[in-house]
């Protein structure tokens, strides 16, 4: 299977390390604010998030996926939702005391601009944020799904 989505798109990494297991009190606050932030945007489709995996470890990581770099901005920046207390709360309790990391990087994708493959798996990552197709023909191979992404979107 590969996973096709429509027209551009973000993929925003995100997450976070636990430096001081110890501190509890630090990086639990920071831990716990994710997935309410995941709840309160899957509940706001209008808000640009699609979907979003998670991983929890000594480093947690949140691979997500957006429908415009606008969208999550504004997002980072709305004063009535979830993020913007919970930065403030980080930066107020954490700061730069080192007990905890934050992280992200940020990407823009595109037809053309992204490869995926799924094999023995279930709807994952972006193939939940968009759809999951048969992988045959041109898409059986890397180069193949590239140029099938690249020709969806030159204009007629």
Known sequence: MTARLDGDFVVFLIG???????RVDKWWPAASAM???IRELSRQPELGFLHAEMW???????VQYWRSMEQLLSYAHQRNAAHLPAWQAF??????????????ETYLAGPGRYENVYVNMPAFGLG???SLV?????????SGRMQAGAAESKPD
């Open 134 to 142: 048969e992988a045959r023909g041109e898409l059986k191979s890397a």
């Open 16 to 22: 976070m390390r636990i430096n001081k297991p110890l």
């Open 56 to 62: 929890f470890s000594r480093t947690i990581i949140l």
């Open 91 to 104: 930066n107020q309790k954490v700061g730069s005391d080192g007990s905890v990391g934050i992280w992200h």
């Open 128 to 130: 939940r944020a968009g």
């Open 35 to 37: 997935p309410r932030m």
